[in-house]
């Protein structure tokens, strides 16, 4: 099928003129389902970061800044084999859809981008992108939500009971919604996740709870700071799970081995990594994506 925008060019183009070519692209893209075969595993590519004011890689503060490289960047991803899909706010899943690059693809849209990278409310972490009614609308896949829980912070309850009616909506759509939970604090004022497995345990509990069913949740979890404590804590719930990439610094390999270890868990179900593969440190994406699909026995044309 001929995308609506075969270049950036046209995608700037067709944005300005005739913005209803989002919602056609959308109403054609071929879907495919989440899980297609029994035990299949997920490689999910995310980009959802810049809409938090996310965009920084490493040292590079202004990295994904620049649209037209990260679209590119994400086409390359996708066209991979063994990439299932992507993560993504309104934004860039319509840029996505213009070009093209969704045809038989997971397509999750990211919820709550309200809580920006540093502000002094980013625990009042609002639902400022997709909500459930426009997954829907879109025919897109999943959606994806962040609850960060901070017991001194008294607007973690909010997001907390928002977050709960927001998997109650995904579940009256019968549309999965990944929730990605941590239990975080301020340290000199900058917000941190706690990474230890107790943190990371009881977060996983609490995400699981929410809500009046659970029929559609999944968890979307941080490897641990003891990647050995994996297995007790991925215990904490019979949820499916993917595990996140966040920051792997100057070493991938030891990421890729900690993910490696994790992946053989019995509820961990694939992979949902962003910079760590868009922006490696040697620049080659095919590689890293490469690299990732590997560990979970995916990569041969259609996996």
């Known amino acids: 099928m001929r995308p609506a925008a075969p270049s950036l060019a046209d995608l700037v183009r067709l944005r300005a003129e005739h913005p209803e070519a989002v919602a056609e692209a959308a109403a054609r893209r071929r ?12 490689m999910i590519v995310a980009a ?5 004011g996310a965009l920084a ?9 620049n649209r037209f490289e990260l679209l590119e960047r994400l086409r390359l991803a996708l066209s991979r084999p063994g990439v299932d899909g992507v993560l993504a706010s309104a934004d860039v899943l319509d840029d996505l859809l213009l070009l093209g690059a969704l045809e038989n693809k997971v397509v999750m849209g990211s919820m709550n981008r309200g809580g920006l990278a540093g502000a002094a409310f980013e625990l009042d972490d609002r639902f400022t992108g997709h909500r459930p009614d426009d997954l829907a609308r879109h025919g897109f896949d999943a959606g994806k939500l962040l609850l960060r829980i901070d017991h001194d912070d008294p607007r973690s309850l909010d997001t907390l009971h928002t977050a709960a009616r927001t998997i109650d909506a995904m579940a009256a759509h019968r549309l999965p919604v990944f929730v990605e939970p941590f239990l975080c604090r301020r340290v000199g004022g900058v917000l941190r996740n706690d990474l230890g497995a107790s943190a990371v345990a009881t977060s996983i509990a609490i995400a699981s709870g929410l809500a009046g ?22 215990e904490s719930s019979t949820l499916p799970a993917v595990l996140l990439g966040g920051e792997v610094g100057g070493d991938p390999d030891a990421a890729y081995e ?16 962003g910079r760590s593969l868009l922006y490696p440190v040697d620049g080659d994406v095919t590689r890293a994506v490469d690299t990732a699909v590997s560990l979970l026995g995916k990569g041969r044309e259609g996996a």
Do not use: E, F
Not at 57 to 65: I, P
Not at 213 to 234: C, E, H, I, N
Not at 258 to 273: C, F, Y
């Open 31 to 42: 879907r495919r389902p989440l899980i297609r075969h029994t035990g299949d595993r997920l």
């Open 48 to 52: 959802d970061h810049p809409a938090r």
């Open 57 to 65: 890689v490493g040292d590079r503060a202004l990295a994904m800044a």
């Open 213 to 234: 069913t659970s029929a559609y949740t999944w968890l979307k979890v941080p490897v641990t700071q003891d990647p050995g404590a994996m297995g007790r804590v991925m």
């Open 258 to 273: 900690k993910w490696r270890a994790a992946l053989a868990l019995p509820t961990v179900r694939g992979l949902v990594v």
